[in-house]
Nanobody, 115 residues
Framework: QVQLVESGGGLVQAGGSLRLSCAASRSIFSIPIMGWYRQAPGKQRELVATITSGSSTNSADSVKGRFTISRDNAKNTVYLQMNSLKPEDTAVYYC?????????WGQGTQVTVSP
């Protein structure tokens, strides 16, 4: 099993920055894929960015050039650096881990971007 705890969300003005953290309950060195997803009110959960155990990354077109996913294996933590935030980035952000054919989710952290 993998337990995930997100932190770092909050209220920020458009153009501002936030860094989200996702702390895992086990070594993330052995977790093939970790990622960030988001869900805005009335919308489906969508992919934001993923990172493999080899540190290959993938991100949604809507956040390319603004958001960066990274991992620190020593701290068992994955980060999402979000710059140039827009009101449309407002959502609950969830951390995920794909491990042994199971996808684990954190409880989510709210990000609100004001105009």
């Amino acid at each position: 099993q993998v337990q995930l705890v997100e932190s770092g969300g909050g209220l920020v003005q458009a153009g501002g920055s936030l860094r989200l953290s996702c702390a895992a309950s086990r070594s993330i060195f052995s977790i093939p894929i970790m990622g960030w997803y988001r869900q805005a009110p009335g919308k489906q959960r969508e992919l934001v960015a993923t990172i493999t155990s080899g540190s290959s990354t993938n991100s949604a077109d809507s956040v390319k050039g603004r958001f960066t996913i990274s991992r620190d294996n020593a701290k068992n933590t994955v980060y999402l650096q979000m710059n140039s935030l827009k009101p449309e980035d407002t959502a609950v952000y969830y951390c995920s881990a794909q491990y042994v054919a199971v996808t684990y989710w954190g409880q989510g952290t709210q990000v609100t971007v004001s105009p």
